[in-house]
């Protein structure tokens, strides 16, 4: 097995993962990926909860990456408590009890290149060694579960970290659905499945789609810019009603399918990320321009078809500033 580049064989789905019942049923639900460890993300989650005490949330995977810090990583279980946590890869090999080769699980395709993936191995490496130091996590995290089928206004909504099919899998990533083939395999497991959304993350860039038989909807990163110029994260909104911060949305009969900003506290961010990943490091040299500003998509290239954006470029280029 290349570590990095190939999923093991227990990353693979059940065929029916969500043929079931849903989990529960609410009028807002918010799905979280890629939170990667940034505490300062977590706050702003919670300050926005607090204007929508009803809303639920399903953190879909990859709630850890830049906390090896113990005190920090223990600080975002925390944060997790009391909400739906779905394993990622991160958290799916931090949670084994032997070595499985896949280094840090991301399964990464050919278009990513070696440094990159050698960098994404030894901070996994990384966080094993915290795991290691308290007793008893790497269990929990071995035991959440990898998919979720929950309900909105009473419509189902499927919830994975990768893909319908993989918990790491890129069949979600902007390249693929931007394929006409891709669509269709999507649009036909939508229908069987009577999915109305699929929520997904772990491509680290976001995006959006909306076919005749349901929507699918990649929130990027939680914790990290999205968007050139942006220091906010991206969070998924599903719900009965539209949110006046949406970045950009569709409509499905009565839901409301959006990404929001997630405005956290950058300067302190920064300096978590700056101790804990120095000059250097993997991280450091993976993400910190990132951090910085430096992703080059504009929102628009997140929508594929069938989402628009729901404030001007002026507005966003506000809301980067904040």
Do not use: K
Not at 23 to 38: E, I, K, M, R, W
Not at 81 to 104: F, I, Q
Not at 131 to 160: D, E, F, H, K, N
């Amino acid at each position: 097995m290349r570590a990095g580049r190939d999923c093991p064989l227990d990353y693979r789905l059940a065929r029916h993962a969500f043929a079931g019942e849903p989990l529960f049923d609410c009028q807002t639900l918010y799905v979280v990926g890629g939170l990667y460890g940034n505490r300062q993300a977590l706050a702003a989650l919670q300050r926005r909860l607090a204007a929508e005490p009803a809303a639920r949330v399903v953190f879909n995977g990859d709630a850890h990456w830049f906390d090896c810090d113990p005190e920090v990583f223990q600080a975002i279980e925390q944060g997790l408590a009391g909400h739906l946590a779905l394993r990622g890869n991160v958290e799916t090999e931090l949670g084994r009890a032997d070595d499985s080769g896949a280094g840090c699980g991301c399964a990464y395709p050919g278009s990513v290149d070696d440094a990159v993936v050698a960098r994404s191995n030894a901070i996994q490496a990384e966080l094993n060694r915290t795991v290691q130091q308290l007793p008893g996590m790497a269990a929990r995290l071995a035991a959440r579960p990898a998919t979720a089928l929950v309900s909105v206004g009473g419509q189902r909504v499927a919830i994975s970290h990768g893909d319908e099919q993989s918990l790491a899998g890129w069949d979600c990533a902007r390249e693929a659905l931007a394929g006409a083939e891709r669509q269709r395999q999507l649009n036909q497991w939508l229908r069987v499945n009577r999915v109305q959304v699929l929520a997904t993350s772990h491509t680290c860039l976001a995006v959006a789609l909306n076919l005749a038989e349901g929507a699918l909807i990649n929130n990027g990163a939680a914790g990290l810019p999205n968007f050139a110029g942006g220091r906010y994260g991206l969070l998924s909104r599903i719900a009965t009603t539209p949110h006046p911060a949406a970045l950009y949305r569709c409509q499905r009969g009565t839901l409301f399918i959006e990404a929001l900003p997630l405005n956290y506290a950058h300067d302190p961010f920064l300096a978590d990320f700056d101790r804990q990943w120095p000059a250097g490091s993997p991280a450091a040299l993976s993400y910190r321009a990132r951090i910085l500003g430096g992703a080059t998509e504009q929102p628009q290239r997140a929508l594929l078809a069938g989402f628009s954006l729901c404030q001007s470029l002026c507005a966003l280029e506000a809301l980067n500033h904040e």
